[in-house]
Nanobody
Framework: QVQLIESGGGLVQAGGSLRLSCAGP????????MGWFRQAPEKEREFVAA????????DYADSVKGRFTISRDNVRNTLYLQMNGLKPEDTAVYYC????????????????????WGQGTQVTVSS
């Protein structure tokens, strides 16, 4: 069983910043394409950002481009999401996800493409 553990969520005012972390599956972390998703109350889970195994390819949802930055540290086995310029509409539970892939450049933008999920961390942005 692949374990993913998110941290870093919290309450922040609009315009503020947070950095989320996701501790990944140990020494095999670099074998996984990783992603961040979020789910607001009564809404479907939506794609936020994805990063390839090597970190060389990155994709973002249009709603977060220019504000959020996804990155990974394959030595520390950790995925990050730096969130700047937060807006109330960013309020949601944020989840990290992992999919084991062969291609170093593969990214995944659909939730059903990921096999492993963390438990989520709440991000609340007040206006």
């Amino acid at each position: 069983q692949v374990q993913l553990i998110e941290s870093g969520g919290g309450l922040v005012q609009a315009g503020g910043s947070l950095r989320l972390s996701c501790a990944g599956p140990g020494r095999t972390f670099s074998s996984y394409a990783m992603g961040w998703f979020r789910q607001a109350p009564e809404k479907e889970r939506e794609f936020v950002a994805a990063i390839s195994r090597s970190g060389g390819r990155i994709d973002y949802a249009d709603s977060v481009k220019g504000r959020f930055t996804i990155s990974r540290d394959n030595v520390r086995n950790t995925l990050y999401l730096q969130m700047n310029g937060l807006k109330p509409e960013d309020t949601a539970v944020y989840y990290c996800a992992a999919d084991k892939v062969w291609n170093m450049a593969t990214t995944r933008a659909r939730a059903d493409e990921y096999d492993h999920w963390g438990q989520g961390t709440q991000v609340t942005v007040s206006s």
